[in-house]
């Protein structure tokens, strides 16, 4: 829940972050180094409204998202996203990069973020009209993908051991796949699924491709339980060290953490 001292005269102790979602967003915040700071709170929005107006609404109701923070970073979840190595990024042709590889669309903005440590920039979309209403309503958001606090996570992780890490992100109807070895991205796609059959079927294929060794590699899932915890228990059959991790924050007391998600926690504690 939002905190009662969550005041405009308070505000700029915290940073704050909103994760965007197809059907409503989380807010949430805390003040670094207080362990007791940390809120998190879920707002759906109404079927009957567009996203804007859906977002409007909640921002009228609740004037804490007009505050100003010491950051705000607003995390999109959703959408196609394509990466782009720095070497051949240019600026000028983003929406011509973004559009070779995903259906052009004129309601859509490419929104570009670099990840310097890895070489490499995240081309990401969004609805055009959400993010002119987000940017503003809300003081100096940063707006960032949600795979870009994981891949620096891993990253850094593959900077300390030897083997391969692949990690998937299973959502409701996708999974994303990132693949580092000793700081170099390996491999990073999107997959949309009808069952945990396909999942499995797009796991092994991928272990193929990357040369993922089944005895000394890590393999990890997130995401939806109801597709991680049968797809798990075939994988381990066929992959020694795999397992679901569990989004846990290990500094913050925390009231509702299962709304937290892993890309939420290596924002928080690794930054970008």
């Known amino acids: 829940m939002i905190p009662d001292k969550l005041k405009a005269d308070l505000s700029e102790n915290y940073k704050a972050s909103i994760r965007l979602l197809?059907?409503?967003?989380?807010?949430?915040?805390?003040?670094?180094?207080?362990?007791?700071?940390?809120?998190?709170?879920?707002?759906?929005?109404?079927?009957?409204?567009?996203?804007?107006?859906?977002?409007?609404n909640i921002f009228f109701t609740h004037p804490c998202f007009s505050f100003i923070y010491q950051s705000f970073t607003v995390i999109v979840a959703f959408g196609?996203?394509?990466?782009?190595?720095?070497?051949?990024?240019?600026?000028?042709?983003?929406?011509?990069?973004?559009f070779f590889c995903h259906p052009?669309?004129?309601?859509?903005?490419?929104?570009?973020?670099?990840?310097?440590?890895?070489?490499?920039s995240i081309l990401y979309s969004v609805d055009s009209e959400v993010?002119?209403?987000?940017?503003?309503?809300?003081?100096n958001p940063q707006f960032i993908h949600s795979l870009?606090?994981?891949?620096?996570?891993?990253?850094?992780?593959?900077?300390?051991?030897?083997?391969?890490?692949?990690?998937?992100?299973?959502?409701?109807?996708?999974?994303?796949?990132?693949?580092?070895?000793?700081?170099?991205i390996r491999f990073v796609n999107s997959y949309c699924f009808d069952n945990h059959n396909d999942i499995v079927y797009y796991i092994m294929y991928i272990?193929?491709?990357?040369?993922?060794?089944?005895?000394?590699?890590?393999?990890?899932?997130?995401?939806?339980?109801?597709?991680?915890?049968?797809?798990?228990?075939?994988?381990?059959?066929?992959?020694k060290q795999t397992d679901y991790l569990q989004?846990?924050?290990?500094?913050?007391?925390?009231?509702l953490e299962h709304e937290m998600t892993l890309d939420m926690i290596a924002l928080l504690e690794c930054g970008l």
């Open 80 to 98: 196609n996203y394509t990466l782009v190595p720095d070497h051949v990024f240019i600026e000028k042709e983003k929406d011509h990069l973004f």
């Open 207 to 239: 272990c193929k491709q990357t040369g993922f060794n089944q005895l000394e590699d890590y393999l990890t899932l997130s995401g939806n339980k109801t597709f991680c915890q049968p797809v798990l228990s075939i994988l381990k059959k066929y992959i």
């Open 131 to 139: 993010y002119a209403f987000l940017l503003r309503s809300l003081v």
């Open 22 to 56: 197809p059907d409503g967003l989380l807010f949430w915040g805390y003040i670094p180094a207080e362990k007791d700071s940390f809120f998190i709170e879920k707002f759906l929005f109404e079927p009957s409204l567009t996203v804007v107006d859906a977002l409007k």
């Open 104 to 120: 052009k669309d004129k309601s859509l903005k490419t929104l570009v973020q670099p990840l310097k440590a890895l070489n490499v």
């Open 148 to 184: 870009s606090p994981l891949m620096m996570a891993w990253y850094k992780k593959s900077l300390r051991f030897f083997p391969k890490f692949t990690h998937i992100v299973i959502n409701e109807f996708t999974m994303d796949v990132l693949c580092v070895e000793h700081g170099e």
């Open 247 to 255: 989004p846990k924050l290990h500094d913050y007391k925390v009231a």
